[in-house]
């Protein structure tokens, strides 16, 4: 099995910042990239950003500019630094993992509420 584990969350007032944290355990080597997801209040689960295991990026344009993933592949954990918030950025955010065989997201966290006020 697999556990992610988020931290990090809490609540900013716009501008601000906040660093989210995902520390994997169990069977690491069946994680491959990584990701953060976030579900604002009313609305489905969305892509903030993912990284592989080698390091490649990919950010929703939302993020673009603002939010900066990274791996520690050493201490099996994802990093969100979430920099100029807005209120539209409150959301829980989840930490997934996709399946080394099946390439696919099948690993989550809890989730770790963020909340921008305005």
């Known amino acids: 099995q697999v556990q992610l584990v988020e931290s990090g969350g809490g609540l900013v007032q716009a501008g601000g910042s906040l660093r989210l944290s995902c520390a994997a355990s169990?069977?690491?080597?069946?994680?491959?990239?990584m990701g953060w997801y976030r579900q604002p209040p009313g609305n489905q689960r969305e892509l903030v950003a993912t990284?592989?295991?080698?390091?490649?990026?990919n950010y929703a344009d939302s993020a673009k500019g603002r939010f900066t993933i990274s791996r520690d592949n050493a201490k099996n954990t994802v990093y969100l630094q979430m920099n100029s918030l807005k209120p539209e950025d409150t959301a829980v955010y989840y930490c997934?993992?996709?399946?080394?065989?099946?390439?696919?997201?099948?690993?989550w966290g809890q989730g770790t509420q963020v909340t921008v006020s305005s």
């Open positions: 997934g993992g996709s399946d080394a065989y099946s390439r696919k997201y099948e690993y």
């Open positions: 169990g069977i690491i080597f069946r994680i491959n990239a």
């Open positions: 990284i592989t295991r080698a390091g490649s990026t």
